[in-house]
């Protein structure tokens, strides 16, 4: 029987890319998202070139009724969930502090930071009920360094790196491990939402050096995900060659 896999944010970039490598390596998959279109597509897409099972949930992670709901009414056969991947998350806008959107502070924090603990919540009885399991946070640069316009943001990663080190201290005793991966740049959705669709500022970000993909992050997790029951990865801090920091960054 295959391990199951619980994806948050599976329809684009990094999750999307996860799941792919995931269900290469055997993984059944639990889709979840937003898009109900694209996860339909995906599902098709997984079922077709990797041949494991999928089942998808539309799911808006900010929302902590539909959450419980849709996760406690998992068929028997889909709950027995081996490893959570959280990697929902956004950045708003990039106002300075003074400056900042009440509306981009509430989504990042109810995104980023409520509903990665809203999920987990859910999902660790379940792992604590089998004595085993996985969580792998995606997390960030912006979880180590605070950086001009990132406050909010900032403060959101750096508070689930927080969580982070706290569930593992927490689910110790249950033999569940504990991961934070934390990217640097990695050129997907993610600057184009921060910029609120404007494309020309989106490509701007990635313009005059080769950042990360999300091809390079799935790979991370491949690993972290297949080491032996005795091994755990606490912690990954992975950046492009050309960036050093989250502000230094070597364009050519």
Not at 73 to 87: A, G, Q, R, T, V
Not at 215 to 232: G, M
């Amino acid at each position: 029987m295959n391990k199951i896999a619980f994806i948050t944010g599976a329809t684009a970039g990094i999750g999307e890319a996860c799941a792919k490598k995931l269900a290469e390596i055997g993984f059944d998959l639990i889709i979840s998202g937003r898009r109900k279109e694209k996860l339909e597509i995906l599902q098709q897409e997984l079922i077709a070139n990797y041949q494991v099972k999928v089942f998808s949930i539309e799911l808006d992670v900010r929302n902590q009724k539909e959450v419980e709901s849709k996760i406690k009414s998992l068929p028997e056969k889909w709950n027995k969930i081996d490893l959570l991947l959280n990697n929902a998350g956004l950045a708003v806008g990039v106002s300075s502090f003074q400056e900042g959107i009440i509306d981009d502070w509430e989504r990042m924090i109810d995104t980023n930071l409520k509903g990665l603990l809203y999920v987990t919540r859910a999902i660790t009885p379940l792992m604590i009920e089998r004595k085993k399991g996985q969580i792998i946070n995606i997390t960030s640069v912006a979880g180590k360094e605070v950086y001009p316009g990132g406050n909010v943001y900032c403060a959101t990663k750096h508070a689930v790196d927080a969580i982070t080190k706290g569930m593992r201290i927490d689910l110790l005793p249950h033999n569940i491990k504990v991961c934070s991966l934390a990217p640097g740049m990695v050129d997907t959705e993610f600057s184009l939402v921060r910029f609120k669709g404007d494309s020309e500022k989106a490509e701007q970000v990635y313009n005059g050096f080769t950042p990360l993909n999300a091809e390079d992050i799935a790979e991370t997790v491949e690993f972290i995900a297949t080491r032996p029951s005795h091994v755990n990865i606490n912690d990954i801090l992975i950046m492009a060659t050309d960036q050093a920091s989250a502000r230094d960054v070597n364009k050519q």
